[in-house]
């Protein structure tokens, strides 16, 4: 069974400050894909990252997949209260059904 | 196109009672998920099809649970004899085939359901 875990669950943090979340897994995937998701609502993708090592920036946000491809990180620099959401890493395999992790619920403080 | 639409939003049924949740997909993408969500936790896989036929069924699906999607279109996720464990978020998602890896899903809203 391919797991995903994603650390912190929980991060609470002031306007301003910068942060890293990590996803890990002991298997491989052919991508990792980061979502994010607002209360009563669908996650929505943000990213989807490929290649072994790949860095990908959309704006303030930095994911990076690992040389390995089992695991990625989202760095977020200066975060807004905007930024709050529950922030799924979800694995890929070709043809096959994509599997989430439990999240990190951020929290940004004005 | 509008996206991924789930119908109802929101779901109250009394332990027992059945219940019926429709999805309607982008309509160009033949794969259709369903994910159930728990309060703290990521969408957990239910099951899924490629146009009419249901490729993969979870060990979470138990037979209460059915899934259809006639004709390749929209498709209904039927709960039969609903119990309190069954509150959660029910999300529909759909995706072009062979295409998953590099663009994901689109998510609906999702079905919340509360079982009293």
């Known amino acids: 069974t391919q797991l995903l875990e994603q650390s912190p669950q929980f991060l609470s943090i002031q306007e301003g400050e910068n942060l890293t979340v990590y996803c890990n897994s002991s298997?491989?995937?052919?991508?990792l894909q980061w979502y994010r998701q607002e209360p009563g609502e669908g996650p929505v993708l943000l990213v989807t990252?490929?290649?072994?090592?790949e860095v990908k920036k959309l704006k303030r946000l930095t994911f990076q997949f690992g040389d390995a491809r089992k695991d990625s990180s989202l760095h977020i620099t200066a975060a807004q209260p905007g930024d709050t959401g529950l922030y799924l890493c979800a694995g890929a395999n070709r043809d096959d059904k994509i599997i989430f992790g439990k999240g990190t619920r951020l929290h940004i403080l004005p | 196109d509008t996206g991924v639409s789930q119908n109802p939003r929101h779901k109250i049924t009394k332990r027992g009672q059945n219940v019926t949740f429709r999805c309607d997909p982008i309509?160009?993408?033949?794969?259709l998920y369903w994910y159930r969500q728990t309060l703290g936790q990521g969408p957990e896989f239910l099951t899924y099809f490629q146009n009419e036929a249901q490729l993969e069924k979870s060990r979470l699906l138990s037979d209460r649970f059915s899934a259809e999607r006639p004709k390749g279109s929209f498709s209904t996720l039927e709960i039969q004899r609903t119990e309190q464990g069954d509150s959660a978020m029910y999300l529909c998602?759909?995706?072009?085939?062979?295409?998953?890896?590099?663009?994901?899903?689109?998510f609906g809203s999702g079905t919340r359901l509360t079982v009293v």
């Open positions: 298997s491989v995937f052919s991508s």
């Open positions: 309509s160009e993408h033949n794969r």
């Open positions: 998602a759909s995706s072009p085939h062979s295409e998953t890896v590099l663009y994901g899903y689109t």
């Open positions: 990252v490929v290649t072994g090592g």
